[in-house]
């Protein structure tokens, strides 16, 4: 069965840099997509940044954009979200998820993805 693993959450100062990572195993297909989203106490569960194994096709939400960086490693099935420039509204449990049997371009929404990590915290002060 497929699992997900998250690290490199923690506490970090307003302005400073995590990197995230997601290892994903008994992946055995290709055409899959691997991203991340975030919640926030109170909010909804919304995307982060997302990438493609099939094409390589991005997504950034507008918050991250120029600031969040996501990368992959398609032969260990493991992506990665360099964070900088953190702020205190980034503060949130920052889940990975995956989704397999996709063709172009990448998902975005919570209901498209199969498969979720346990969430690392991510926590910014002010």
């Known amino acids: 069965e497929v699992q997900l693993v998250e690290s490199g959450g923690g506490l970090v100062q307003a302005g400073g840099s995590l990197r995230l990572s997601c290892a994903a195993s008994g992946i055995t297909r290709d055409d899959y997509a691997i991203g991340w989203f975030r919640q926030a106490p109170g909010k909804e569960r919304a995307g982060v940044s997302f990438?493609?194994?099939?094409?390589?096709?991005?997504y950034y939400a507008d918050s991250v954009k120029g600031r969040f960086t996501i990368s992959s490693d398609n032969a260990k099935h493991t992506v990665y979200l360099q964070m900088n420039s953190l702020k205190p509204e980034d503060t949130a449990v920052y889940y990975c998820?995956?989704?397999?049997?996709?063709?172009?371009?990448?998902?975005?929404?919570?209901?498209?993805?199969?498969?979720w990590g346990q969430g690392t915290q991510v926590t910014v002060s002010s």
């Open positions: 990438v493609s194994a099939v094409d390589g096709s991005t």
């Open positions: 998820a995956a989704v397999g049997e996709i063709r172009v371009g990448v998902p975005t929404s919570i209901y498209e993805y199969d498969y």
